[in-house]
């Protein structure tokens, strides 16, 4: 029998719910949430409080109007876009699923067909050799503690600094674009030029993160998440890429503003949490410890579980899960998946595409941080498909106005003629 995962002391029950202690124990005394009582203070179920806090979200989210102001921050901002759709908990890419395009689609071709090209199954995306090497000597002169995302931001400013057509705004030169900083960051991210010309963009990201040419099926894993992560929504990485287009920047620019939001652990860096806790268990250690851990450790949900978007299953997590089973053959990394999913079915979420990205970097064994770099290269693609998109609408338009909250102004302190 397991040991029970660590538990939460009460100031990390009430951090992981957002609220003060005192609120805490107003819960514990109406019955809402148990607590056991030790010579050394309260402490709490850290899968209880997990499940405490799903259920509080969901009832915050039901009873929340259309229309009304919030006071959780998020703004009330609605933009059309022609390119992903989440319904019933499917996503689904220009209307077609995004589970079949990732089984039976290149995501090259897929890639160019959002910039609006017409479907060529045989399509590669290329970066010219001169521009790769130019970012590749400059990835190179980063210290080893630099991320694979902070690699990635230099290595597409680096290309930028080799285009001479880098400032050519339009939808036309953003597919440009897009097709050379896709090509070019497993190009330049790899230590050495070895990657064939003709290699797609997964066989290339696979080689930059093993230093091996990748058998089909590993090729097909790769190709499998790059798909499932091209577009989805407004993340914040997408709203910052088309904040930016707004104002007119180029296509470099507007990867590279994109990146600054996705370089969190909330949003793009999410897998590697995922991953080390997927490690955690492959390792031997009982799925509810590990995740009781990483509650603790982490300060917030358990990582690789739920999204606000699926009332249920991540479909995307079950698709990649999927094409990765063929470099699982011993099933190792499913049975720790399914160990980490029946652990967490008392809390009602289930994996999504944070947890299918670690499984596939720890059957592959690559970096735990790979995840992200899988993740933001194929995302390259659906901000330059958003920014193209964004060029079509009245420039500078998502430029927000503030309300503001402060102190009333004093007027009485204003000279005559400080206007």
């Not at 029998?1 to 719910?17: D, E, H, I, V, Y």
């Not at 694979?148 to 597919?175: C, F, K």
């Amino acid at each position: 029998m397991s040991a029970p995962p660590p538990r939460l002391t009460a100031g990390q029950a009430a951090a992981r719910l957002g609220v003060k202690p005192e609120t805490l124990y107003a819960y514990v005394s109406r019955g809402l949430i148990g607590r056991t009582r030790t010579a050394s203070g309260s402490f709490f179920d850290p899968l209880e409080v997990e499940a405490f806090a799903v259920r509080r979200t969901r009832r915050a989210t039901a009873a929340s109007p259309d229309g009304a102001r919030r006071s959780d921050g998020e703004p009330l901002m609605v933009l059309d876009t022609d390119i992903a759709l989440v319904e019933d908990d499917e996503l689904f890419l220009r209307g077609e699923p995004a589970a079949r395009l990732a089984r039976e689609q290149s995501f090259d071709a897929v890639a160019a067909w959002l910039w609006g090209e017409r479907w060529d199954v045989g399509r590669r995306l290329r970066a010219p050799a001169t521009f790769v090497e130019t970012a590749r000597g400059l990835v190179a002169a980063l210290p080893s503690t630099a991320s694979w995302i902070d690699r990635v931001v230099v290595a597409v400013r680096a290309l930028a600094t080799a285009d001479p057509l880098r400032d050519d705004v339009g939808p036309r030169s953003l597919a440009r674009v897009g097709e050379i900083v896709v090509a070019g960051i497993p190009r330049s991210l790899a230590p050495h030029a070895g990657i064939a010309e003709e290699a797609s963009a997964p066989e290339a990201l696979w080689q930059a993160l093993t230093g091996s040419v990748p058998s089909p099926v590993e090729a097909a894993a790769v190709n499998a998440a790059m798909v499932l992560s091209v577009d989805h929504d407004l993340a914040v990485s997408t709203l910052a890429g088309r904040v930016a287009a707004s104002a007119r920047a180029s296509g470099y620019a507007v990867v590279t503003s994109a990146l600054g939001a996705f370089d969190s652990p909330l949003h793009g860096n999410a897998s590697q949490a995922a991953a080390q806790l997927l490690g955690d268990v492959v390792g031997g250690m009982p799925a509810d410890v590990a995740i009781g851990m990483q509650l603790r450790t982490l300060g917030r949900g358990a990582p690789g579980f739920g999204h606000s978007h699926y009332r249920g299953v991540d479909a995307r997590a079950g698709a990649l899960l999927r094409a990765i089973e063929p470099l699982d053959p011993e099933r190792t990394v499913g049975v720790a998946v399914d160990a980490l999913r029946e652990a967490m079915r008392p809390t009602g979420l289930h994996p999504n595409l944070d947890l299918a990205l670690a499984a596939l970097t720890v059957a592959a064994g690559m970096p735990v941080d790979a995840g992200a770099l899988v993740f933001a290269t194929a995302r390259v693609a659906g901000w330059i498909a958003h920014a193209s998109d964004e060029y079509g609408s009245p420039p500078m338009r998502l430029r927000p106005r503030g309300r503001y909250t402060g102190p009333a102004p004093d007027w009485s302190r204003v000279e005559a003629g400080d206007g």
